[in-house]
T-cell receptor, first 116, second 112 residues
Framework: DTGVSQDPRHKITKRGQNVTFRCDPI?????LYWYRQTLGQGPEFLTY????????KSRLLSDRFSAERPKGSFSTLEIQRTEQGDSAMYLC??????????????FGNGTRLTVT | KQEVTQIPAALSVPEGENLVLNCSFT??????LQWFRQDPGKGLTSLLL?????REQTSGRLNASLDKSSGRSTLYIAASQPGDSATYLC???????????FGQGTTLQVKP
């Protein structure tokens, strides 16, 4: 078990380009979450999956954002037509989902996006 | 709507001091509260998770308490060390989805 893995660690892109990030959760975890963190702030929830089903999306997730978890394992987060305001750290987390949802979340090291 | 606040935003102490970080939340109907550590440019490392039915959890020099009725949690760090320098974040889980609501964090600097 190597923990939650995110790729790439850093991404610099020009405004208007599309970017895609990947997250590999801890292997037995069935829940996967995406968060966004800007400088000096705590992480903000974007969306989460249970297995391959996307069960909740934040209003922060505009139409330019799309997330998938096609086989209930890894997930991708795509941002289309990037804007400078998209510059942030994008964090992925995973957990087990027993009844009550009390298992801790385990976070990856994040992907830092810079839009120039 | 659940809101989480951490005070202070930053803290600087000499090595060896015992210290307390504070976290407050507006809606006491929580499943659990989790404390994380974040080093600059890195992800979050889970420190302690307190279930809603618990009052405290301990791990080494760390002790976290939870008072649901008053909407407060504290993280106590004993005998602080320079290696404890990091940002500490608290987060509450209010529903069964597992979604966490985070505070802004307290950035701690422990001076040698």
């Amino acid at each position: 078990d190597t923990g939650v893995s995110q790729d790439p660690r850093h991404k610099i892109t020009k405004r208007g380009q599309n970017v895609t990030f990947r997250c590999d959760p801890i292997s037995e975890h069935n829940r996967l979450y995406w968060y966004r963190q800007t400088l000096g702030q705590g992480p903000e929830f974007l969306t989460y999956f249970q297995n391959e089903a996307q069960l909740e999306k934040s209003r922060l997730l505009s139409d330019r954002f799309s997330a998938e978890r096609p086989k209930g394992s890894f997930s991708t987060l795509e941002i289309q037509r990037t804007e400078q305001g998209d510059s942030a750290m994008y964090l992925c987390a995973s957990s087990l989902a027993p009844g009550g949802g009390n298992s801790p979340l385990h976070f990856g090291n994040g992907t830092r996006l810079t839009v120039t | 709507k659940q809101e989480v606040t951490q005070i202070p935003a930053a803290l600087s102490v000499p090595e060896g001091e015992n210290l307390v970080l504070n976290c407050s939340f507006t809606d006491s109907a929580i499943y659990n509260l989790q404390w994380f550590r974040q080093d600059p440019g890195k992800g979050l490392t889970s420190l302690l998770l307190i279930q809603s039915s618990q009052r405290e959890q301990t791990s080494g020099r760390l002790n976290a308490s939870l008072d649901k009725s008053s909407g407060r949690s504290t993280l106590y760090i004993a005998a602080s060390q320079p290696g404890d320098s990091a940002t500490y974040l608290c987060a509450v889980r209010s529903g069964n989805t597992g979604k966490l609501i985070f505070g802004q964090g307290t950035t701690l600097q422990v001076k040698p």
